[in-house]
């Protein structure tokens, strides 16, 4: 029994290692443009370090933090006063860059990157803060969500309601996927209602680390090899005498 109880003492001492951000530019800290930009295929290029947004139809824009209220946007609305809604006030969580995309299904915005040395068979987890708008020159009530995908598998945050002019978040995910081989997309497609205001997510702080069990798991499994350790010793002195 003394040597299960020291067992438990030393695993309540150990603590996992930090787990290693598998994303390139998860803040969107890293870019070439110096301002707020649309960004994409055909639509001012691929500015924004480590990500693809996506062409065709599809809005993305990019915001430098602090700046989206004071500096215009390129893009095709025209709004010389700024992106979002004055209720949009909260810049990202720290106040630093991100990223918007349109959720009106005309336009859904959509932003992927491809995820390299992961292990197949093993669990990811994916973390990442958002929130929902529309824009300053738009009035009516939207709802808006992501869908986030990891290779062939699609998860989805809750549709959010916002009252006209209104904005809400920002809001902490988390997410767990199965890797299915070395190498996976990650992708976040913007998924709103109505059409024509239109329903905006903004995205910041996104992290895909390998799933480690909680500190509780490491005490049960470390529990566990201990009494199976002490049941072998008392066997082994069973046999003995």
Known sequence: MKYLVALLV?????????????????GFEASSYTSNTQFGAGFG???????????????????????????????????????????FSTL???GGNFVALDGDSDYRGQISQ?????????KYDVTFSWAASQLRNRTGATTEQLLVGFGSATQA??????????????????FSFTAGGASQVLSFLSVG??????????????????????????LLMIAGFGLV???ARRRARGVAA
Not at 58 to 70: A, M, N
């Open 114 to 122: 491809t995820l390299n040395g992961l292990t197949a068979g093993k």
């Open 10 to 26: 030393a695993a309540s001492a150990v603590a996992p290692a930090a787990a290693v951000n598998l994303v390139t530019n998860g």
């Open 193 to 218: 209602t109505p059409n024509g205001l239109p329903p905006i997510a903004a995205l910041h702080g996104v992290s895909v680390v390998a799933g480690v069990p909680e500190p509780s798991a490491w």
């Open 229 to 231: 350790g002490f049941s």
């Open 92 to 94: 990202s969580p720290n």
């Open 157 to 174: 945050t809750e549709v959010v309601a916002v009252p006209s002019e209104g904005f809400r978040g920002w809001f902490n995910e988390k």
């Open 45 to 87: 290029g691929q500015g924004v370090t480590g990500w693809t947004g996506a062409g065709g139809n599809q809005l993305q824009f990019y915001f430098v933090g602090g700046t989206q209220t004071t500096t215009n946007a390129v893009n095709q609305f025209g709004d010389p006063q700024g992106y979002f809604r004055p209720n």
